[in-house]
């Protein structure tokens, strides 16, 4: 049973175009992190969210915290060519938890 | 300026020889991870440090070991490599305590069996 489901799984768009992926779960999270993965590289956290509703934004990418701290988005905003990446989102259930991964949405930007 | 170290980045061995990857962290967390990622999947927990408290994964097989030796160093020992074994091995630390910690990832080590 995957606790944390990503959609899409993969998604290829042009460069300019806006996206949003989803994490969602059955089950409450203490906090939600998303990382961006290239090819032969380890993680890069982009962002973690710990308030129900919180909203965070990074440049170009917008976080968004469901209020029942159960789901997660990132939108991103006129993506380009070097938005392509795996984005994972992971969270833990309780605090001092392992944390908990998502299968990951892989994002190609085509110029 | 590098947090998590991870060497070599590159490993290749031969089935059944064993083999050492090795992570350090400039951070002084107090947690230590040691994860699994094949290709186009989400990275696997293997185990994790806690200090000098060893958390082993129920499903993590005995040809994984780990050791860390002081805040700074963890290493993996992968015993007799199976063919099964080739994949991206990622370190990473957080500070346990005081809430939501975050964990911070290694480059990785894309290891190879001949």
């Known amino acids: 049973t995957q606790l944390l489901e990503q959609s899409p799984q993969f998604l290829s768009i042009q460069e300019g175009e806006n996206l949003t992926v989803y994490c969602n779960s059955s089950?409450?999270?203490?906090?939600l992190q998303w990382y961006r993965q290239e090819p032969g590289e380890g993680p890069v956290l982009l962002v973690t969210?710990?308030?129900?509703?919180e909203v965070k934004k990074l440049k170009r990418l917008t976080f968004q915290f469901g209020d029942a701290r159960k789901d997660s988005s990132l939108h991103i905003t006129a993506a380009q060519p070097g938005d392509t990446g795996l984005y994972l989102c992971?969270?833990?259930?309780?605090?001092?938890?392992?944390?908990?991964f998502g299968k990951g949405t892989r994002l190609s930007v085509i110029a | 300026d590098a947090m998590v170290i991870q060497n070599p980045r590159y490993q290749v061995t031969q089935f059944g020889k064993p083999v050492t990857l090795s992570c350090s962290q400039t951070l002084n967390h107090n947690v230590m991870y040691w994860y699994q990622q094949k290709s186009s999947q989400a990275p696997k927990l293997l185990f994790h440090y806690y200090d000098k408290d060893f958390n082993n994964e129920a499903d993590t097989p005995d040809n994984f070991q780990s050791r860390r030796p002081n805040t700074s160093f963890c290493f993996l020992d992968i015993r007799s490599p199976g063919l099964g074994d080739a994949a991206m091995y990622l370190c990473?630390?957080?500070?346990?305590?005081?809430?939501?910690?975050?964990?911070?990832f290694g480059p990785g080590t894309r290891l190879l069996v001949l």
């Open positions: 990473a630390t957080s500070q346990k305590g005081g809430g939501k910690e975050t964990q911070y």
């Open positions: 992971a969270g833990h259930l309780k605090e001092n938890t392992p944390l908990v």
């Open positions: 089950s409450v999270f203490s906090s």
């Open positions: 969210v710990v308030t129900g509703g």
